[in-house]
């Protein structure tokens, strides 16, 4: 596959007719991920994974899922455990940091950390988000998620009406999703978010460029009845210059499930990237939601390690493999 020996710093780096590859090898990877098979295909094989930004999902998916494929995993967490707080620079820390792993995953809070760093990179490097520009492992999924979502309900992505809520300035998530969705044609989108917080124009204008149908709006109800998918997102207070700014946005669109049931389609599959802020101020989306059948954002979470052990596979060039090194459960 084209993915072999490449980094994966941007969704700009994917075509569809790749993405639809990789989706079949991830589909592959199921009986791998629920335990009822085992492979050893990168047994011998070391992760680099480098997180010098607060994550759960994404740092423990990329090491299990590399586990899960027989390869073992060395862990950075944090800027201030590692030697980039005494002033190394990316570069040599790469140099060094590649000559140990065969294949490195990276988050950092600076924005074209991840690029830089993948220049002294010696192995392929994959960014697990970089500041507020991209999380492109992180719209492969969710673009996973909503074909197996959608063809639950036995429609398919060209179907899709989607709305994306909440915080779509300073989101990661949605910039990459919004690439991997210009790669299509004729799509519904609603951007929905408070004023000083809408899709930044370079993203709108991806969208606008395939021919979707674009609407932006911010209030809560406007987005809500057309979407048969609805992705909210939580207000990056990180990403802002005070914290007394970030309060104004928090808990600005709440999503329960007084809300959906009269605002949104019978059964609407409600995404999140994570984590949702589920302090009383905030929580963008409430726990009221967890027993509708829609709300798809553990299933989205365990897309994330399919998605996560074929991008490993085929970037190391051994997605043909599995079953030559099966081991018996
Ligand atoms: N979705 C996501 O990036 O979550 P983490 O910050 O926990 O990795």
Redesign the pocket.
Known sequence: MKLKGQHLLSVKDLSLDLINELFTVAESMRPYAERQKVTRVLEGAVLGNMFFE??????VSFGCAFNLLGGEVRETTGLSNSALAKGESLYDTAQVLSGYSDIIAM?HPQPGSVAEFAQGSRVPVIN??DGANE?PT?ALLDLFTIHNELASQGKNVQQLSLTLLGDLKHGR?VHSLCQLLGLYRGLKIQLISPEALTMPTKYVDILTNAGHEVEIGTSLEQGLPQANVIYQTRIQEERFSSQEEANRYRGYFRLNKKIYSEHCQPNAVIMH???RDSRNDANELDNDLNAEPGLAIFRQTDNGILVRMALFACILGVENQLHQYERSV
């Open positions: 607060p994550s759960t999902r994404t740092r988050r697990g988000g999380h992180q998530t990237p994570l984590p």
